[in-house]
């Protein structure tokens, strides 16, 4: 059992018979009242995000969990195969269970944590950005540099991504992974 104060980004709870991790918390101690903990909650298993107020004290069941490196293999229609780099055992996930399928490139290394009761896998983070080439961008028209304008550009995975006007196609640029909004152009 752990309390509210044990709360932190990537803590996996037992919650509603269901298993959540923690995507947001914040910690609130009003001027009036009891302090208490404000957290979003994603669920592993159907991925849908919900809003919840803790108070502080308040017990919460924690699930004890494994990190283990994987390393992305490929995608077959919304089955995504990953393998462990340690024993090269191979594991199939579902779409649902990644924050950002679509910007995942073959070979990439990702943290798979595992479940240590059920050895089922709950989720899967990404590293925080990731390179990758633009395959598709429209040409940026000369003088429309002064504002802050983007256009959308593909990248090799397939994701659409708002990138500044000057990006080209074959740039490299670095993405963030948990907004999936462009970060820099990287040079080479």
Known sequence: MAST???RNGLCIKYNHDIYKIIEFLHVKPGKGPAFVRTKLKSLTTGKVLDNTFSAGHKIDDV???THTYQYLYAEGDQFHFMNNES??????NKSI????DLLKEGTNVMVQINTETDL???VDMPASIILEV?????GVKGNTATNATKSATVETGATVNVPLFIN?????KIDTASGSYMERVKE
């Open 88 to 93: 090269f055992e191979q594991i199939t996930l």
């Open 135 to 139: 395959t598709y961008a429209e040409p």
């Open 98 to 101: 990644l924050d950002a399928p």
């Open 169 to 173: 196609e074959g740039d490299k640029i």
């Open 5 to 7: 104060s044990d709360i």
């Open 64 to 66: 004890r969990v494994e």
């Open 121 to 123: 896998p709950l989720s």
